[in-house]
């Protein structure tokens, strides 16, 4: 069976085929299966974009390679963001030092699941809300009373219990806002429009493999009444044939058919009475193939035959809307959350002994997980459970075991692939699908997983070679899996050593990851044999096993000050790993432990899922790095200027939400939070003076040592009233403070962002990241904001605001900036490599400029001011530049595209200020060069011709004046923010050769130097 997926997280309506013949349960199949499958980025775009010319092909080149590429896939996963995090899956993403506004849009849902399933399945909590809302509460969430009424009239109305509701919404990881509240409401007025569902809707359903949810369930309820097809038909043992006799003897030769109907509801597992002859019946007269799986189908329906309990179904709308997915295609078969679901089955079927299958084949039972977990409970309440069955031990022949038939060993067979298969990122991935895991034939759920899995391992790790996307995805989930249970090994691993006297993790001596897990997980389990408690590597003891520790080493502190140490934790916790290991306890042995250990849990903290899947990319396994190296690795990481400034617009959020603090220990937290960033950027370098001094390590000592290196620019000092200050990532108090109403409020605005946009971020490499959209749109609609920063400096440098001449300096600067890409303008080499070079100063200037500031909005512009000049960057190398300009005082951007065509070549360029509107040019090369100027205000006009002498001077031709109402400026820059790149593409056979380089950039370089002085 050829098995593809509506991706999960597709937001239009589904696209359903025909249903199949043979009685198997129907998968949707459509195009977005190859989207869920990763195909996002194709080959070679998501390394550095070449230079013009160089072996690799430019970004406008490489566009073809987006045809196996559906970006609407990543604004799908904009819009499961946007409807689905909720403020402590928020809280938690940044808790781990992730950064939501800078991942990927897909990635940021791969792990969203994995957050989400650990609080739905920890009991999740909305903080500041109970079991009840009332219309204050409600009204403080909607910022009107007026709105808070509403919604509770209107599901009052749609008989849903407000406090039902809210409950729902808490146990699924739902924030309560009015949007969402309206989403669930609705839907269920949708559904109660149609419920109970008719016999000839749940058919229809059936026979068009329609799965139960809101929008097809009324879809269904509205197609009319289905007579089947073809004429009337009964079922017999050999198939289906015509009815014969009035229509009043059907019911006399379908009761002559009872036995064989009887024994097809008992294969599908079902009871055999009143309610599922009847199903049986209704499924014959409709010539609908009447075959376990298709009863199976129907019995699914049977709640919404019934009169719909509306809090019910706003339940199934919940369970939807966490999962991702819009209320109007919310599944109302599902009562429980998707994400619990997923390891419910997991675990069944890794727990149902192999002896269940032999009796379900043996009783001609349908092999499902339904079946098989029916049949093993009946057996444990029957008390016909084998030792081998509790143990769940699978047979796999041998002497003195029961003779299997063949369909015995098939079944086994199949139920070891599954077991094989079965992973709990595939279940969910099922799920969100509507397939019914447990209803579905063994082998055709082996299918299914199999197909989900190779689309999971695409989407994280695309790549042509299916066999490299596999073994990357395999490699992830092993790094998940053991890094997930490092932090729960016994901290006693740390104190082993060998006949070498070093400390010795597993087989070897290498300090990794995956030799502490190997290490821990035999010393886990004897722990677990002896019945003995023990402490964590980072997980906190139970009270009484911390009570229990203190007790048994009681004289630590006098071991300590016996060598000389220091009395604090570090030291308290290595003299008790080595006491585990009934170690010899030296100063020696205790620095080895304490480092180990600050190693171990330091890379543990940084180690973020987002990472993870960056280093596997790049085919970097961190579990087989030793420790230092990792550790160095992650440092690099951490160096990254917009993670940096992303940490410090953080923290200053997290002070401006903080009242109760006054505005000079505000100055003192930012001065003392600058002062560490700064020694860390340094590498502690004032450290190391303060030491080669013999000073005081202290506080005011660093910041002196500091200061006198020329380089900090501080101006807070530490007073001896100073009490210190949070850290950053400790304790989810900090977290509390950042609401993720702002992010969903962006991924929402990213919805809207347009493909187009999310498309060219994919052609440059770039992640479709919330951060890289407000860049993009920032290019688009805001010129020359990139370097507004930096020309705002240089007038506070030159002498301020208030000194005309230190503004004159100012924008000069900026001419000059300008001027310099103009001079090196002669050809593509080098006016990339002038243009770069301009760009890389911009942006430490910036950076620079992160931690002048002290405001939480004005660090989170210079952050995308940076991601401005990375994508300006890439366009570079595709021959699309930003030059800075200043007009009439007001800071702008001269916009230029240099297109070649066969045997032809274009320069495109396009400017806008609020004195002169929107001016563009067009000039092409084809044997002689020719063009136009385009204005749309007539101040423009006045000026461009008082500029036209020096124009045909320097062109050596005459451009037309062109007046319009409205420009477009995309078209002068080759359609990179909209779809008009097509016309502008080189064209096949092109000979580079017949292409003038010097003569392109020539003219670009004579038109802009005039152009600027306007």
Same mark, same amino acid.
């Given at each position: 069976?050829?098995?593809?997926?509506?991706?999960?997280?597709?937001?239009?309506?589904?696209?359903?085929?025909?249903?199949?013949?043979?009685?198997?349960?129907?998968?949707?199949?459509?195009?977005?299966?190859?989207?869920?499958?990763?195909?996002?980025?194709?080959?070679?775009?998501?390394?550095?974009?070449?230079?013009?010319?160089?072996?690799?092909?430019?970004?406008?080149?490489?566009?073809?390679?987006?045809?196996?590429?559906?970006?609407?896939?990543?604004?799908?996963?904009?819009?499961?963001?946007?409807?689905?995090?909720?403020?402590?899956?928020?809280?938690?993403?940044?808790?781990?030092?992730?950064?939501?506004?800078?991942?990927?849009?897909?990635?940021?849902?791969?792990?969203?699941?994995?957050?989400?399933?650990?609080?739905?399945?920890?009991?999740?909590?909305?903080? =500041?809300?109970?079991?009840?809302?009332?219309?204050?509460?409600?009204?403080?969430?909607?910022?009107?009373?007026?709105?808070?009424?509403?919604?509770?009239?209107?599901?009052?109305?749609?008989?849903?219990?407000?406090?039902?509701?809210?409950?729902?919404?808490?146990?699924?990881?739902?924030? %309560?806002?009015?949007?969402?509240?309206?989403? %669930?409401?609705?839907?269920?007025?949708?559904?109660?429009?149609?419920?109970?569902?008719?016999?000839?809707?749940?058919?229809?359903?059936?026979?068009?493999?329609?799965?139960?949810?809101?929008?097809?369930?009324?879809?269904?309820?509205? @197609?009319?009444?289905?007579?089947?097809?073809?004429?009337?038909?009964?079922?017999?043992?050999?198939?289906?044939?015509?009815?014969?006799?009035?229509?009043?003897?059907?019911?006399?030769?379908?009761?002559?058919?009872?036995?064989? *109907?009887?024994?097809?509801?008992?294969?599908?597992?079902?009871?055999?009475?009143?309610?599922?002859?009847?199903?049986?019946?209704?499924?014959?007269?409709?010539?609908?193939?009447?075959?376990?799986?298709?009863?199976?189908?129907?019995?699914?329906?049977?709640?919404?035959?019934?009169?719909?309990?509306?809090?019910?179904?706003?339940?199934?709308?919940? *369970?939807?809307?966490?999962?991702?997915?819009?209320?109007?295609?919310?599944?109302?078969?599902?009562?429980?959350?998707?994400?619990?679901?997923?390891?419910?089955?997991?675990?069944?079927?890794?727990?149902?002994?192999?002896?269940?299958?032999?009796?379900?084949?043996?009783?001609?039972?349908?092999?499902?997980?339904?079946?098989?977990?029916?049949?093993?409970?009946?057996?444990?309440?029957?008390?016909?459970?084998?030792?081998?069955?509790?143990?769940?031990?699978?047979?796999?022949?041998?002497?003195?075991?029961?003779?299997?038939?063949?369909?015995?060993?098939?079944?086994?067979?199949?139920?070891?692939?599954?077991?094989?298969?079965?992973?709990?990122?595939?279940?969910?991935?099922?799920?969100?699908?509507?397939?019914?895991?447990?209803?579905?034939?063994?082998?055709?759920?082996?299918?299914?997983?199999?197909?989900?899995?190779?689309?999971?391992?695409?989407?994280?790790?695309?790549?042509?070679?299916?066999?490299?996307?596999?073994?990357?995805?395999?490699?992830?989930?092993?790094?998940?899996?053991?890094?997930?249970?490092?932090?729960?090994?016994?901290?006693?691993?740390?104190?082993?050593?060998?006949?070498?006297?070093?400390?010795?993790?597993? @087989?070897?001596?290498?300090?990794?990851?995956?030799?502490?897990?190997?290490?821990?997980?035999?010393?886990?389990?004897?722990?677990?044999?002896?019945?003995?408690?023990?402490?964590?590597?980072?997980?906190?003891?139970?009270?009484?096993?911390?009570?229990?520790?203190?007790?048994?080493?009681?004289?630590?502190?006098?071991?300590?000050?016996?060598?000389?140490?220091?009395?604090?934790?570090?030291?308290?916790?290595?003299?008790?790993?080595?006491?585990?290991?009934?170690?010899?306890?030296?100063?020696?042995?205790?620095?080895?432990?304490?480092?180990?250990?600050?190693?171990?849990?330091?890379?543990?903290?940084?180690?973020?899922?987002?990472?993870? !899947?960056?280093?596997?990319?790049?085919?970097?396994?961190?579990?087989?790095?030793?420790?230092?190296?990792?550790?160095?690795?992650?440092?690099?990481?951490?160096?990254?200027?917009?993670?940096?400034?992303?940490?410090?617009?953080?923290?200053?959020?997290?002070?401006?939400?903080?009242?109760?603090?006054?505005?000079?220990?505000?100055?003192?937290?930012?001065?003392?939070?600058?002062?560490?960033?700064?020694?860390?950027?340094?590498?502690?370098?004032?450290?190391?003076?303060?030491?080669?001094?013999?000073?005081?390590?202290?506080?005011?000592?660093?910041?002196?040592?500091?200061?006198?290196?020329?380089?900090?620019?501080?101006?807070?000092?530490?007073?001896?009233?100073?009490?210190?200050?949070?850290?950053?990532?400790?304790?989810?108090?900090?977290?509390?403070?950042?609401?993720?109403?702002?992010?969903?409020?962006?991924?929402?605005?990213?919805?809207?962002?347009?493909?187009?946009?999310?498309?060219?971020?994919?052609?440059?490499?770039?992640?479709?990241?919330?951060?890289? !959209?407000?860049?993009?749109?920032?290019?688009?609609?805001?010129?020359?904001?990139?370097?507004?920063?930096?020309?705002?400096?240089?007038?506070?440098?030159?002498?301020?605001?208030?000194?005309?001449?230190?503004?004159?300096?100012?924008?000069?600067?900026?001419?000059?900036?300008?001027?310099?890409?103009?001079?090196?303008?002669?050809?593509?080499?080098?006016?990339?490599?002038?243009?770069?070079?301009?760009?890389?100063?911009?942006?430490?200037?910036?950076?620079?400029?992160?931690?002048?500031?002290?405001?939480?909005?004005?660090?989170?512009?210079?952050?995308?001011?940076?991601?401005?000049?990375?994508?300006?960057?890439?366009?570079?190398?595709?021959?699309?530049?930003?030059?800075?300009?200043?007009?009439?005082?007001?800071?702008?951007?001269?916009?230029?595209?240099?297109?070649?065509?066969?045997?032809?070549?274009?320069?495109?360029?396009?400017?806008?200020?609020?004195?002169?509107?929107?001016?563009?040019?067009?000039?092409?090369?084809? =044997?002689?060069?020719?063009?136009?100027?385009?204005?749309?205000?007539?101040?423009?006009?006045?000026?461009?011709?008082?500029?036209?002498?020096?124009?045909?001077?320097?062109?050596?031709?005459?451009?037309?004046?062109?007046?319009?109402?409205?420009?477009?400026?995309?078209?002068?820059?080759?359609?990179?923010?909209?779809?008009?790149?097509?016309?502008?593409?080189?064209?096949?056979?092109?000979?580079?050769?017949?292409?003038?380089?010097?003569?392109?950039?020539?003219?670009?370089?004579?038109?802009?130097? %005039?152009?600027?002085?306007?």
């Amino acid at each position: 069976m050829n098995i593809n997926f509506d991706t999960e997280y597709q937001m239009s309506p589904l696209t359903s085929g025909d249903r199949p013949q043979n009685g198997n349960v129907n998968i949707q199949v459509n195009r977005a299966a190859e989207n869920a499958a990763g195909f996002l980025v194709s080959a070679g775009i998501a390394g550095d974009m070449p230079f013009a010319g160089a072996d690799k092909e430019p970004v406008s080149d490489l566009a073809a390679g987006l045809s196996a590429t559906d970006v609407q896939l990543k604004t799908d996963y904009m819009a499961v963001m946007s409807l689905s995090m909720s403020d402590e899956d928020y809280n938690e993403l940044v808790r781990t030092g992730q950064i939501p506004d800078d991942m990927d849009a897909g990635d940021s849902v791969t792990i969203l699941d994995d957050i989400k399933a650990a609080l739905i399945k920890g009991g999740a909590d909305i903080s =500041g809300f109970t079991d009840t809302i009332d219309e204050d509460t409600l009204a403080q969430i909607t910022g009107s009373a007026t709105s808070a009424s509403n919604l509770l009239k209107k599901a009052a109305d749609s008989g849903i219990n407000a406090d039902e509701l809210i409950r729902n919404m808490q146990k699924e990881d739902i924030s %309560i806002s009015a949007e969402r509240i309206s989403d %669930i409401t609705g839907a269920v007025d949708l559904a109660m429009e149609v419920l109970p569902l008719s016999d000839d809707a749940a058919v229809y359903m059936i026979d068009n493999g329609k799965s139960p949810t809101v929008e097809n369930i009324y879809n269904a309820s509205n @197609a009319g009444s289905l007579e089947a097809m073809g004429g009337r038909r009964y079922y017999a043992e050999d198939g289906y044939v015509s009815l014969a006799g009035a229509a009043g003897s059907q019911a006399d030769d379908l009761e002559a058919l009872r036995p064989q *109907i009887e024994e097809t509801i008992r294969r599908a597992g079902l009871e055999v009475n009143e309610d599922t002859y009847s199903d049986a019946k209704l499924l014959i007269s409709h010539n609908i193939p009447f075959t376990p799986e298709t009863l199976l189908e129907l019995d699914q329906l049977k709640e919404l035959r019934t009169e719909p309990d509306p809090d019910r179904l706003a339940a199934s709308v919940s *369970i939807a809307i966490s999962a991702g997915i819009r209320g109007s295609k919310a599944n109302l078969t599902y009562d429980e959350s998707i994400y619990i679901r997923a390891d419910e089955y997991l675990e069944t079927i890794n727990t149902i002994p192999a002896e269940t299958a032999d009796r379900l084949v043996e009783d001609g039972r349908v092999l499902n997980i339904r079946n098989l977990q029916r049949e093993y409970e009946y057996a444990k309440h029957a008390g016909n459970i084998s030792k081998t069955e509790t143990e769940t031990e699978t047979i796999t022949g041998g002497t003195g075991l029961p003779e299997l038939t063949t369909e015995q060993i098939h079944a086994r067979r199949v139920l070891e692939e599954a077991r094989i298969s079965m992973t709990v990122e595939a279940n969910r991935m099922l799920l969100k699908n509507n397939f019914r895991i447990d209803i579905a034939p063994m082998e055709e759920l082996v299918e299914a997983l199999k197909a989900a899995e190779q689309a999971i391992a695409k989407r994280l790790f695309p790549s042509e070679e299916d066999a490299v996307s596999g073994n990357r995805m395999e490699t992830y989930r092993q790094v998940k899996t053991e890094i997930a249970q490092l932090p729960g090994m016994p901290a006693a691993i740390l104190g082993q050593y060998g006949s070498t006297g070093r400390l010795q993790f597993g @087989a070897g001596e290498r300090f990794t990851l995956h030799a502490v897990y190997e290490t821990g997980s035999v010393r886990r389990d004897a722990y677990i044999r002896a019945e003995e408690t023990y402490e964590a590597l980072m997980t906190a003891p139970r009270r009484d096993m911390g009570d229990s520790i203190s007790k048994a080493f009681r004289n630590v502190d006098d071991i300590l000050e016996d060598l000389q140490l220091e009395v604090n934790d570090l030291n308290r916790r290595a003299v008790r790993i080595l006491g585990y290991n009934s170690t010899e306890i030296t100063s020696e042995k205790i620095e080895q432990v304490r480092e180990a250990d600050l190693s171990l849990r330091g890379v543990l903290n940084r180690l973020t899922p987002d990472r993870v !899947l960056n280093m596997i990319r790049q085919d970097v396994n961190p579990l087989n790095m030793p420790i230092q190296e990792l550790s160095d690795y992650l440092d690099g990481q951490d160096a990254d200027p917009e993670r940096q400034a992303s940490d410090y617009a953080r923290f200053l959020m997290q002070l401006e939400r903080r009242g109760e603090i006054t505005e000079l220990e505000r100055d003192s937290y930012i001065g003392i939070y600058r002062m560490l960033s700064k020694l860390d950027r340094n590498d502690d370098a004032a450290v190391g003076r303060l030491m080669a001094m013999g000073a005081e390590m202290s506080f005011s000592g660093l910041l002196s040592a500091m200061r006198s290196a020329a380089r900090s620019g501080m101006d807070y000092s530490i007073g001896a009233d100073f009490g210190g200050v949070d850290p950053l990532r400790s304790g989810t108090a900090i977290d509390a403070q950042i609401s993720a109403a702002f992010t969903s409020g962006q991924y929402a605005e990213g919805v809207h962002a347009g493909e187009t946009v999310i498309e060219n971020l994919l052609m440059m490499g770039e992640k479709a990241s919330l951060g890289n !959209l407000d860049a993009m749109k920032a290019l688009r609609t805001r010129r020359g904001d990139w370097f507004k920063p930096v020309a705002e400096r240089m007038v506070q440098a030159e002498g301020g605001d208030e000194d005309e001449s230190g503004i004159e300096g100012a924008l000069k600067n900026v001419t000059d900036m300008t001027d310099d890409v103009l001079d090196h303008m002669t050809d593509a080499d080098e006016t990339v490599k002038a243009y770069t070079e301009m760009l890389d100063k911009v942006k430490t200037d910036l950076t620079d400029m992160v931690y002048e500031a002290d405001k939480y909005l004005d660090v989170r512009s210079l952050r995308t001011g940076m991601k401005q000049v990375n994508i300006l960057n890439r366009l570079a190398r595709d021959e699309i530049y930003d030059l800075p300009a200043e007009i009439d005082g007001e800071y702008t951007s001269i916009r230029l595209t240099i297109r070649h065509e066969s045997g032809a070549g274009r320069v495109a360029v396009s400017m806008a200020t609020e004195s002169v509107g929107m001016i563009a040019a067009e000039f092409s090369f084809s =044997g002689e060069t020719s063009g136009y100027i385009a204005y749309e205000q007539s101040d423009a006009a006045t000026r461009l011709g008082e500029l036209m002498g020096r124009f045909e001077e320097m062109l050596g031709f005459t451009p037309e004046m062109v007046r319009t109402d409205r420009i477009n400026p995309d078209k002068y820059t080759d359609g990179i923010f909209n779809n008009e790149k097509a016309r502008n593409r080189l064209k096949e056979n092109n000979d580079p050769s017949d292409i003038n380089n010097i003569e392109l950039y020539r003219v670009a370089r004579s038109f802009i130097s %005039i152009l600027k002085d306007i």
